[in-house]
């Protein structure tokens, strides 16, 4: 039988369905995710893995003209500024951490030291014990606010997924799609990224084939567009894959 997932949550990191997802990919013997395909067209071999951070900074709310120094004392916003520098700074020694402040919020009126603000942050890394090195490090970069009375902090990791990485069976599932395309006339190419799908997860239960989806690029942009013709070619891959999958579960039943 196929089970068809239809995910409205995956660019969150799935809080509400992955559990659901998960069930379901442990009772399958494979699972194809429809995410992009590469710019080049390529399905994904790996993924890094992905933290989604939310940090939260406590001030003082009072007039900004009532200060004694050229900078507003207490100021949730002024102190979150401060840590993410170092956070972006630290990121950037260790090399093998991207970060990405995707949302920052906070602050009331320009003549208001701000009593709150607050950052939504990605956090990717090619390991997990790396990823959440780099988490545990951020947590502890976030902690060290400056001493002023009534300023406070507070780090949530509000979901993790582990890296995909390349595996004997998710090559073997492979395998059966480049077959298909090979029928087609077509090469069927793989590609790296740092960006992170449900594959990441499902990858722990089944055999997964990854970056199946449209053909297009630009994407979370304004240019953003999708290739129709090779988009259409690839439904036909993954049809025809999903046939020479099904023969080959048959022969091994038979064998």
């Not at 039988?1 to 969150?12: G, H």
Request: net charge negative; proline share 4%; with cysteine.
């Amino acid at each position: 039988s196929i089970t068809i997932f239809l995910n409205s949550d995956e660019e969150i990191l799935s809080p509400s369905s992955m559990h659901m997802i998960d069930a379901e990919a442990s009772t399958s013997d494979l699972a194809v995710v429809f995410e992009p395909a590469r710019p080049g067209g390529g399905y994904v071999r790996s993924r890094w893995g992905v933290a989604r951070c939310l940090v939260k900074v406590y001030g003082r709310a009072g007039h900004a003209g009532w200060v004694s120094s050229g900078v507003a004392a207490g100021s949730a916003i002024h102190e979150l500024v401060r840590r993410i520098s170092e956070v972006l700074g630290y990121a950037e020694k260790r090399g093998d951490v991207l970060l990405n402040v995707g949302v920052v919020r906070g602050g009331e009126r320009f003549n208001v030291v701000a009593p709150y603000a607050e950052a939504e942050i990605g956090v990717r890394s090619p390991s997990l014990e790396s990823l959440k090195r780099a988490v545990s490090d951020m947590n502890n970069i976030f902690a060290r606010v400056q001493d002023i009375e009534g300023v406070r902090t507070e780090f949530h990791v509000m979901s993790m997924w582990p890296p995909l990485i390349e595996t004997e069976r998710n090559r073997d599932a492979l395998k059966h799609f480049e077959r298909a395309a090979n029928e087609l006339g077509r090469s069927l190419g793989v590609e790296d990224t740092s960006g992170a799908s449900d594959a990441n997860h499902i990858s722990q239960y089944t055999a997964v084939v990854d970056g199946a989806g449209a053909v297009g690029g630009n994407p979370h942009s304004p240019d953003e567009y999708i290739d129709i013709d090779r988009t259409l070619e690839r439904a036909v891959i993954t049809a025809r894959a999903l046939e020479i999958y099904y023969e080959h579960a048959k022969e091994m039943v038979r064998g």
